[in-house]
T-cell receptor, first 110, second 116 residues
Framework: KQEVTQIPAALSVPEGENLVLNCSFT??????LQWFRQDPGKGLTSLLL???SQREQTSGRLNASLDKSSGRSTLYIAASQPGDSATYLC?????????WGAGTKLIIKP | DTAVSQTPKYLVTQMGNDKSIKCEQN?????MYWYKQDSKKFLKIMFS???????INETVPNRFSPKSPDKAHLNLHINSLELGDSAVYFC???????????????FGSGTQLSVL
C-alpha cells in the first residue's frame, strides 16, 4: 500500500532564502508525482508534474526532483518570497490512484 | 473565467439533512473527481467520472451519490448528513482518466461543509 509522507509539517524561513521541501513514498512503482500549492480558500494549484521516467522538472524559481529508487522527491524554492507562503502538497500517481501527503505549511517572513 | 468552479463555497447544515455540491469545468476535460480533505489535510479521492461514466468509487458511504449529467459537470449529493462528514470537499478535472496520469489536475476552490 502506497504511503506518502511530507516532512516537516511546517516551515518558517526569512525572505530570500532557498529552501527544500521533502516528499517520500513507500512504493517506487509510480506513474508520476505532482507538487501542488494550496492557498486558503483558493483550492489547489498544480506546480510541477514529474513523470516516472524523469529526474526533475523546473518552473521559474521552482525545481522538483524525483528519485524513484529511494522513494523521494524534493521541491526546491529559490529566493523565497512572502507570496510563496502556502501549504505545499505532493501527490503520487500510483496504481491509477493519487495518494497525497499531508502537506508542508510554508511561511516566508518578510 | 474560473476553470473548475464549485458551489457553494461554504455549507453549514444540521445533521440528518440532505445537501448537494455542484461542480463545473470549462476546460473540455474528460475526467472529473471529488476529493475529501480531512482535518489532517489529507486528500482522499471519493469518486472519479470519465465522460459521465463512473471509473473510481472508493470506500465511501452510499449516502454520497455523485451525478454527472454531462462531462462538464459532476455534482455530489449527500443524504442524511453526519457530523463526520464535516470537511472540505474538492472537485477536480483532468484530461486523462487515470487519475491525472500524464496530465495535471485542476482543482476547484473547495466547499467547506460543516455539519452541526
Amino acid at each position: 500500500k502506497q504511503e506518502v509522507t511530507q516532512i516537516p509539517a511546517a516551515l518558517s524561513v526569512p525572505e530570500g532564502e532557498n529552501l527544500v521541501l521533502n516528499c517520500s513514498f513507500t512504493d517506487s512503482a509510480i506513474y508520476n508525482l505532482q507538487w501542488f500549492r494550496q492557498d486558503p480558500g483558493k483550492g489547489l494549484t498544480s506546480l510541477l508534474l514529474i513523470q516516472s521516467s524523469q529526474r526533475e522538472q523546473t518552473s521559474g524559481r521552482l525545481n522538483a526532483s524525483l528519485d524513484k529508487s529511494s522513494g523521494r522527491s524534493t521541491l526546491y524554492i529559490a529566493a523565497s518570497q512572502p507570496g510563496d507562503s502556502a501549504t505545499y502538497l505532493c501527490a503520487v500517481n500510483s496504481n491509477y490512484q493519487l495518494i497525497w501527503g499531508a502537506g508542508t505549511k510554508l511561511i516566508i517572513k518578510p | 473565467d474560473t476553470a473548475v468552479s464549485q458551489t457553494p463555497k461554504y455549507l453549514v447544515t444540521q445533521m440528518g439533512n440532505d445537501k448537494s455540491i455542484k461542480c463545473e469545468q470549462n476546460l473540455g476535460h474528460d475526467t472529473m473527481y471529488w476529493y475529501k480533505q480531512d482535518s489532517k489535510k489529507f486528500l482522499k479521492i471519493m469518486f472519479s467520472y470519465n465522460n459521465k461514466e463512473l471509473i473510481i468509487n472508493e470506500t465511501v458511504p452510499n449516502r454520497f451519490s455523485p451525478k454527472s449529467p454531462d462531462k462538464a459537470h459532476l455534482n455530489l449529493h449527500i443524504n442524511s448528513l453526519e457530523l463526520g462528514d464535516s470537511a472540505v470537499y474538492f472537485c477536480a478535472s483532468s484530461t486523462n482518466q487515470r487519475t491525472g496520469g500524464g496530465e495535471k489536475l485542476f482543482f476547484g476552490s473547495g466547499t467547506q461543509l460543516s455539519v452541526l
